[in-house]
C-alpha cells in the first residue's frame, strides 16, 4: 500500500510557538493531500484540502491565518500552526489521494501529537 | 448537511466471533464507501474499500453496500483481540471535490478473548 510519512510524530511547545508539521508521500505522487485534526475520543475533522502548486482550500470555521498549508511538490505538504495556543493542543493528521480506478483512496500519514502549555 | 452515522459502541464479541460494523449514509448520490481501522492514539488504517453493491471479501473482513438502502457494512470473521480498534466508515458525498471523505464517529470494537 502506499505510505504516508508525517514529521514530528510529536511535539510539545510554549503557548505562542509557530509549529511546523510535514506530510510526505514516500513511494507515490500526491497531487492532492488532506489535513485533518482529532480531538479525544471525537472524529476525524477536515481542516483543508491541499493542492499541488495552488491554494489549499479550507473548511468552514478554519483560519487560513493560523493554519498555513503549503503543496510545493507531488511528495510534501506542510502545515504551520502560527502562534499555536493551548487550545489547539491535538492530534494533526495528514492523508493523501492516491488514484484506484473507479474510487481514489486516502492514506493516512502516522499523525502529530501537539501540545501546546 | 450530508452525514454518516455509526453506532459508537462499544461491541463486544467473543474470539472467534463474527463483528458485525454498520454505517449508514445520507447522500444518495454517494459513490465510494471506504472502512478505516484506528487504534487508540493512532491514525486510521485503510481496510478495503467498495463501491458497487453487494460483497467484497478480502480475507476475514468483508465489506456489504445496498446503495438503495443507503447501507454499509463491514463484517470481521473469526475476531481476534488485536482487531480490538475503532472502526471508522467514510463516504465520498457526491459532489465533493478532490475526493473529499465524510468520516462517521466510529464504532468501537473490542473481542474479547
Not at chain 1, 481542516?47 to 479550507?58: C, I, P, Q
Not at chain 1, 492530534?91 to 493523501?96: Q, T
Not at chain 2, 463474527?18 to 449514509?25: D, E, F, G, K, V
Request: aromatic content about 10%; some cysteine; charged content about 15%.
Amino acid at each position: 500500500g502506499a505510505v504516508v510519512s508525517q514529521h514530528p510524530s510529536r511535539v510539545i511547545c510554549k503557548s505562542g510557538t509557530s509549529v511546523k508539521i510535514e506530510c510526505r508521500s514516500l513511494d507515490f505522487q500526491a497531487t492532492t493531500m488532506f489535513w485533518y485534526r482529532q480531538f479525544p475520543k471525537q472524529s476525524l475533522m477536515l481542516m483543508a484540502t491541499s493542492n499541488e502548486g495552488s491554494k489549499a482550500t479550507y473548511e468552514q470555521g478554519v483560519e487560513k491565518d493560523k493554519f498555513l498549508i503549503n503543496h510545493a511538490s507531488l511528495t510534501l505538504s506542510t502545515l504551520t500552526v502560527a502562534s499555536a495556543h493551548p487550545e489547539d493542543s491535538s492530534f494533526y493528521i495528514c492523508s493523501a489521494e492516491v488514484a484506484s480506478g473507479m474510487a481514489d483512496t486516502q492514506y493516512f500519514g502516522p499523525g502529530t501529537r501537539l501540545t501546546v502549555l | 448537511q450530508k452525514e454518516v452515522e455509526q453506532n459508537s459502541g462499544p461491541l463486544s464479541v467473543p474470539e472467534g466471533a463474527i463483528a458485525s460494523l454498520n454505517c449508514t449514509y445520507s447522500d444518495r448520490g454517494s459513490q465510494s464507501f471506504f472502512w478505516y481501522r484506528q487504534y487508540s492514539g493512532k491514525s486510521p488504517e485503510l481496510i478495503m474499500f467498495i463501491y458497487s453493491n453487494g460483497d467484497k471479501e478480502d480475507g476475514r473482513f468483508t465489506a456489504q453496500l445496498n446503495k438503495a438502502s443507503q447501507y454499509v457494512s463491514l463484517l470481521i470473521r473469526d475476531s481476534q483481540p488485536s482487531d480490538s480498534a475503532t472502526y471508522l466508515c467514510a463516504v465520498n458525498p457526491s459532489g465533493a471535490g478532490s475526493y473529499q471523505l465524510t468520516f462517521g464517529k466510529g464504532t468501537k470494537l473490542s473481542v474479547i478473548p
